[in-house]
């Protein structure tokens, strides 16, 4: 039984099945092939943002392109846009800010210390056609006039300004590079010094050792400070001491006198207080006492002989 192909029909499933496959093929492999070719054959050309395309024909510039979209290259450069590709050369040059960091650059301060200077510079393409004819290397002839123009125009400087007026010292080595740089179609965009130090390192050692000993004094200086206000505090708490303590003592005579003059009034109680004061000042001492029984006059001369102290015992009161 032989089938009939002229019956065969598709359902719908497989008319999508080869509606997918032809899309497929026509969007990842022919269409992709007819852009390239346009692009071969001249027909259309495509610039990125920040770029820039220099078509050269027969050693001449016909067309530059620095605005990003889709060109028609027959409507900018005629039917040189059909051999341009062939037969000439585009190049595609990248405008985008771009920058550079020399480091350690040497220069000598007005002192002769050796010094180290790092720049950082930014740069762009400014002319594509003299970027491209009138140097062969602007970024490095770039570098090098920095590099330059810094050991030149900051060397000889005094130390202190080299270590701070930073601002002053990239102006001038940017004053001095633009010129140079716009005439090869590369701009200078901002110049900054970024670091500045000593090369040397047994200079390097003696600053240390100079700060440390800097730090040294100043502590020294500090801690001596702080004894002699503690000193001053001292000495004027024990000043006022001294004045209150003095007072104290004059007032003491006064007051004594006072209370002496008070009891001195009464003849019975100055007695009665200067004896007991005597009795006090007996008691108190580390003399000997014998006391002797009344009407013994003869023990009392032997013992006055001997130098004692004797104390005579008085005769008792009569009684009634």
Same mark, same amino acid.
């Given at each position: 039984?032989?089938?009939?192909?002229?019956?065969?029909?598709?359902?719908?499933?497989?008319?999508?099945?080869?509606?997918?496959?032809?899309?497929?093929?026509?969007?990842?492999?022919?269409?992709?092939?007819?852009?390239?070719?346009?692009?071969?054959?001249?027909?259309?050309?495509?610039?990125?943002?920040?770029?820039?395309?220099?078509?050269?024909?027969?050693?001449?510039?016909?067309?530059?392109?620095?605005?990003?979209?889709?060109?028609?290259?027959?409507?900018?450069?005629?039917?040189?846009?059909?051999?341009?590709?062939?037969?000439?050369?585009?190049?595609?040059?990248?405008?985008?800010?771009?920058?550079?960091?020399?480091?350690?650059?040497?220069?000598?301060?007005?002192?002769?210390?050796?010094?180290?200077?790092?720049?950082?510079?930014?740069?762009?393409?400014?002319?594509?056609?003299?970027?491209?004819?009138?140097?062969?290397?602007?970024?490095?002839?770039?570098?090098?006039?920095?590099?330059?123009?810094?050991?030149?125009?900051?060397?000889?400087?005094?130390?202190?300004?080299?270590?701070?007026?930073?601002?002053?010292?990239?102006?001038?080595?940017?004053?001095?590079?633009?010129?140079?740089?716009?005439?090869?179609? /590369?701009?200078?965009?901002?110049? /900054?010094?970024?670091?500045?130090?000593?090369?040397?390192?047994?200079?390097?050692?003696?600053?240390?050792?100079?700060?440390?000993?800097?730090?040294?004094?100043?502590?020294?200086?500090?801690?001596?400070?702080?004894?002699?206000?503690?000193?001053?505090?001292?000495?004027?708490?024990?000043?006022?001491?001294?004045?209150?303590?003095?007072?104290?003592?004059?007032?003491?005579?006064?007051?004594?006198?006072?209370?002496?003059?008070?009891?001195?009034?009464?003849?019975?109680?100055?007695?009665?207080?200067?004896?007991?004061?005597?009795?006090?000042?007996?008691?108190?001492?580390?003399?000997?006492?014998?006391?002797?029984?009344?009407?013994?006059?003869?023990?009392?001369?032997?013992?006055?002989?001997?130098?004692?102290?004797?104390?005579?015992?008085?005769?008792?009161?009569?009684?009634?």
């Amino acid at each position: 039984m032989n089938p009939d192909f002229n019956n065969f029909s598709l359902g719908p499933v497989g008319r999508f099945f080869i509606a997918f496959v032809a899309t497929f093929i026509v969007c990842t492999i022919l269409v992709p092939v007819v852009l390239g070719l346009a692009r071969v054959l001249g027909i259309y050309t495509v610039v990125n943002e920040a770029r820039c395309k220099v078509y050269m024909l027969f050693g001449k510039v016909v067309a530059v392109i620095n605005e990003p979209g889709l060109h028609f290259l027959p409507a900018k450069l005629g039917p040189k846009a059909f051999i341009v590709n062939w037969l000439g050369q585009c190049h595609d040059l990248d405008l985008r800010l771009d920058q550079e960091y020399l480091r350690s650059q040497p220069v000598n301060s007005e002192e002769g210390a050796p010094m180290g200077i790092g720049i950082w510079y930014e740069m762009f393409i400014s002319d594509p056609i003299a970027y491209l004819f009138k140097n062969a290397d602007p970024r490095g002839s770039l570098a090098a006039n920095v590099s330059n123009s810094t050991v030149r125009s900051l060397s000889n400087l005094p130390l202190d300004k080299m270590l701070q007026d930073r601002h002053a010292m990239s102006q001038a080595v940017r004053d001095e590079v633009s010129p140079q740089s716009n005439a090869w179609g /590369y701009q200078l965009g901002s110049v /900054y010094i970024r670091k500045v130090h000593f090369r040397d390192t047994g200079m390097i050692s003696q600053i240390q050792a100079k700060v440390v000993n800097r730090l040294r004094q100043v502590t020294s200086a500090i801690k001596q400070a702080g004894a002699n206000q503690v000193s001053i505090i001292s000495s004027t708490a024990e000043r006022q001491a001294a004045i209150e303590f003095a007072k104290a003592a004059a007032m003491r005579p006064h007051i004594v006198g006072e209370a002496l003059k008070e009891i001195s009034q009464d003849a019975r109680v100055t007695k009665a207080l200067f004896d007991v004061l005597e009795v006090q000042n007996i008691i108190s001492g580390e003399a000997r006492i014998t006391l002797i029984p009344p009407n013994r006059e003869i023990l009392g001369a032997i013992l006055a002989s001997q130098n004692e102290p004797v104390a005579i015992t008085p005769p008792p009161m009569p009684k009634g």
